[in-house]
């Protein structure tokens, strides 16, 4: 009898642990779907639909890699400027929250991000607000991996001006070589560098731009998403 029960007892053992491992299950999975994401690039998939070349000054060439068994888009600049572009309009009450990751092969040393002929950045990624017919309204956020600049400092374009600022999202080359994964609640930056409640953005880039300064770098691009959190 007293063999019975123990066995009695571990199998009411394992069916305890197997009920709390599908409880648990079921929670995470309710979890990740209560939770709105909007997928912008699904680089780890090896798929670009939805995202158009925009050339500058010659081509930088995006393409898609393997690091460590992950696919990434890979960009290499040589003394040139294009970006990829999705346009998608997105409801930021819904999904302000920006992720994605980055790497890059190094900085571009000591130019000075503040002036034309030092707006080239190893990595960015644009949020863009479109003024439609009204262009000169179109606004932007550009989150850059900076050349000497610090980290979190932001400043109007050199080009663009006050419509376009820029955050310096990482800076320098202590990081380089590295993944790095970040987040921005993009409605709270558009209010607190334009003073305005952005609703709605128009479109994503990404660019890894060496024209002004005719240097050469390389990049790399993670998946970039959009979420509640």
């Given at each position: 009898m007293k063999q019975l029960n123990k066995r009695i007892d571990r199998h009411v053992d394992?069916?305890?642990?197997?009920?709390?491992?599908?409880?648990t299950t079921v929670l995470l999975t309710t979890n990740c779907h209560s939770?709105?994401?909007m997928i912008i690039g699904n680089f780890s998939a090896g798929n670009l639909d939805g995202w158009q070349e925009k050339t500058f000054k010659d081509r930088t060439f995006y393409r898609f890699v393997k690091d460590n068994n992950t696919t990434v888009l890979q960009a290499d600049s040589h003394s040139n400027a294009s970006g990829l572009v999705y346009n998608q309009s997105v409801d930021l009450t819904k999904t302000p929250v920006l992720h994605w990751s980055w790497k890059?092969?190094?900085?571009?040393?000591?130019?000075?991000?503040?002036?034309?002929?030092?707006?080239?950045?190893?990595?960015?990624?644009?949020?863009?607000?479109?003024?439609?017919?009204a262009f000169w309204n179109?606004?932007?956020?550009?989150?850059?991996?900076?050349n000497s600049i610090p980290e979190q400092t932001a400043w109007?374009?050199?080009f663009a001006g006050q419509n376009v600022m820029m955050i310096a999202q990482q800076s320098g080359n202590e990081k380089a070589g590295q993944w790095i994964h970040e987040q921005r609640n993009?409605?709270?930056?558009?209010?607190?560098?334009?003073?305005?409640?952005?609703?709605?953005?128009?479109?994503?880039?990404?660019?890894?731009?060496?024209?002004?300064?005719?240097?050469?770098?390389?990049?790399?691009?993670?998946?970039?998403?959009?979420?509640t959190q």
């Amino acid at each position: 009898m007293k063999q019975l029960n123990k066995r009695i007892d571990r199998h009411v053992d394992r069916l305890k642990a197997i009920l709390l491992a599908l409880i648990t299950t079921v929670l995470l999975t309710t979890n990740c779907h209560s939770e709105p994401r909007m997928i912008i690039g699904n680089f780890s998939a090896g798929n670009l639909d939805g995202w158009q070349e925009k050339t500058f000054k010659d081509r930088t060439f995006y393409r898609f890699v393997k690091d460590n068994n992950t696919t990434v888009l890979q960009a290499d600049s040589h003394s040139n400027a294009s970006g990829l572009v999705y346009n998608q309009s997105v409801d930021l009450t819904k999904t302000p929250v920006l992720h994605w990751s980055w790497k890059v092969s190094h900085s571009l040393g000591n130019l000075d991000d503040r002036t034309q002929s030092g707006d080239d950045y190893a990595a960015r990624i644009y949020i863009v607000v479109s003024g439609g017919l009204a262009f000169w309204n179109t606004r932007s956020l550009n989150y850059v991996w900076a050349n000497s600049i610090p980290e979190q400092t932001a400043w109007p374009n050199a080009f663009a001006g006050q419509n376009v600022m820029m955050i310096a999202q990482q800076s320098g080359n202590e990081k380089a070589g590295q993944w790095i994964h970040e987040q921005r609640n993009i409605r709270q930056d558009f209010k607190q560098f334009f003073h305005e409640d952005i609703k709605t953005i128009d479109a994503i880039a990404i660019m890894t731009d060496t024209d002004n300064s005719s240097k050469q770098v390389m990049s790399w691009y993670g998946d970039i998403y959009l979420s509640t959190q």
